[in-house]
């Protein structure tokens, strides 16, 4: 019972608004998942708060606010605005509309072989130089030397995800799902690229 009323308040804050939902819900995820890593797995008796504060502001500002307007307003509204209706379909329906499956399949495409490698992956090497007292140079640096490790990692989870999520999530629950399932991925990330690399 309590379970289904916080859901039911989730599901309503989160369709009234979504963007803040998104935002908060990225960082606190992604700190919260940078902790679990520095805690749980690398059982650290300190948490590095300079790391978590690198994976905190990537949640708030990149993960959040970046691929809000990525997902909902570019992808759903802009470039892929059938996507909606082929989301909310039945099984029956969207085994019987293949425009709608390509749909999907070109937003996977986008998302994991443009925006990851050319966009997210470069700022969060950035975020994390800036935050580390180093330069753009750097993190540029640091990212084409980790890219095809990172690359690997990236689309074997994401590309399942993100079949998925763009074929049934509503418009509201595109960020928040990816925040859900990006909990162990960050958790991941933060073990391979969280501490500071020379």
């Known amino acids: 019972m309590v379970i289904r009323h916080g859901t039911a308040a989730l599901s309503r804050i989160g369709r009234r ?3 803040l939902f998104g935002v908060a819900m990225s960082a606190i995820k992604t700190s919260a998942s940078d902790f679990m890593a520095q805690t749980v797995v690398e059982r650290r008796e300190q948490v590095d708060l300079r790391r ?4 905190c502001t990537w949640g ?32 029956r329906a969207k085994l019987a509309d293949t425009a709608g499956q390509r749909t999907v399949l070109k937003q996977v495409f986008l998302d994991q ?26 993190g ?7 890219q095809v490790e990172d690359l690997k990692l990236t689309w ?6 993100f079949l998925l999520n763009f074929s049934f999530s509503p418009l509201w629950m595109r960020v928040p799902v990816v925040a859900i399932v990006s909990f ?15």
């Open 156 to 161: 074997s989870v994401w590309i399942p995800v």
């Open 52 to 55: 978590n504060l690198i994976f």
């Open 113 to 138: 072989f443009v925006h990851h490698p050319f966009i997210l992956f470069p700022a969060f090497y950035q975020v994390k130089e800036f935050i580390e007292g180093g330069t753009p140079s750097e």
């Open 60 to 91: 708030l500002l990149y993960l959040g606010g970046v691929q809000y307007f990525i997902y909902v307003h570019l992808f759903a509204r802009r470039w892929f605005p059938d996507a909606m209706a082929f989301a909310a379909k039945s099984w």
């Open 140 to 146: 540029w640096r640091k990212f084409r030397q980790n």
């Open 184 to 198: 162990g991925f960050t958790t991941a990330l933060s073990c391979l690229r969280g501490a500071p690399e020379q």
């Open 17 to 19: 608004h979504p963007f």
